[in-house]
T-cell receptor, first 109, second 117 residues
């Protein structure tokens, strides 16, 4: 079967750095997405990786290793508004999106 | 900024009643998805449309759920009869086309939160 694993919950301090990991086992791979979802709201797109390496976008960076089936989302200079769930999703060999359960990130002052 | 419109935002109903959700995707977006998201879980695909045609409804509980996109624009998801386990957020998402090039990301609507009593 196909599955995506992410930690259920993480806690970090305002101003700090946090890394959210995602491991996946899918039938084929055609890209990995990270979405942010605030409580009670819709997911919003953060990043897309299809090749190995690091993609940087402001305070957020995403890394991919296809050989290891592994990605992480790195959030720097954490702000209270970053408190949200972060969803990892993989587009499989049939171009279907497989979603992880999400990581709830709690930011403390 | 273009948005995916959904209504209602909140719906409370009793079990065995019928409920319907509406979605209007971003103009020009040919591909439309309905997802169900239970609290603390990732989105679960219910149905995917390409224009007016169903591409994937393998996870749609067809004994009680139905979805249509008659003119290839807006879409309706119906549940009849609703059961307690249907309580969830129902998310609609769209993207420009079925092309697999690049990110071609999904844009989600604000969702319809259903509570079945």
């Amino acid at each position: 079967g196909q599955n995506i694993d992410q930690p259920t919950e993480m806690t970090a301090t305002e101003g700090a750095i946090v890394q959210i990991n995602c491991t996946y086992q899918t039938s084929g791979f055609n890209g990995l997405f990270w979405y942010q979802q605030h409580a009670g709201e819709a997911p919003t797109f953060l990043s897309y990786n299809v090749l190995d390496g690091l993609e940087e976008k402001g305070r957020f960076s995403s890394f991919l290793s296809r050989s290891k089936g592994y990605s992480y989302l790195l959030l720097k200079e954490l702000q209270m508004k970053d408190s949200a769930s972060y969803l990892c999703a993989v587009r499989d060999g049939n171009y279907q999106l497989i979603w992880g359960a999400g990581t709830k990130l709690i930011i403390k002052p | 900024e273009a948005e995916v419109a959904q209504s209602p935002r909140y719906k409370i109903t009793e079990k065995s009643q019928a409920v319907a959700f509406w979605c209007d995707p971003i103009s020009g977006h040919a591909t439309l998805y309905w997802y169900r998201q239970i609290l603390g879980q990732g989105p679960e695909l219910l149905v995917q449309f390409q224009d007016e045609s169903v591409v994937d409804d393998s996870q749609l509980p067809k004994d009680r759920f139905s979805a249509e996109r008659l003119k290839g624009v807006d879409s309706t998801l119906k549940i009849q009869p609703a059961e307690l386990g249907d309580s969830a957020m129902y998310l609609c998402a769209s993207r420009t086309d079925s092309s697999h090039s690049g990110a071609n990301v999904l844009t989600f609507g604000a969702g319809s939160r259903l509570t079945v009593l």
